[in-house]
């Protein structure tokens, strides 16, 4: 079976994120001061053959760990659903 993974990748909140004060701090120029606090991460989709949805989600949890995350500075987060 085929698996569609959506994968969100943030840095932690205890640590400054330069692009995320950029985009807060221009929000003002463009006429919107009440957007604060952004955080710029990034967003990975991908697809997966495995047996069980278990199956394919243990993959993206592996992929997380050892290659699209850093562990030390960032976060992740994902769905999986079949496609």
């Known amino acids: 079976m085929k698996f569609k993974a959506e994968i969100d990748v943030m840095p932690l909140d ?19 001061p009440e957007i604060d606090g952004v955080r710029i991460g990034r967003h990975i989709r991908l697809f997966v053959d495995a047996s069980t949805q278990s199956e394919a989600e243990g993959k993206v949890e592996e992929a997380c760990k050892k290659l699209l995350s850093n562990q030390i500075m960032e976060s992740y987060t994902y769905s999986v659903d079949q496609v």
């Open 14 to 32: 205890a640590l400054l994120d330069p692009q995320g004060k950029a985009v807060t701090n221009s929000m003002k120029n463009i006429g919107l």
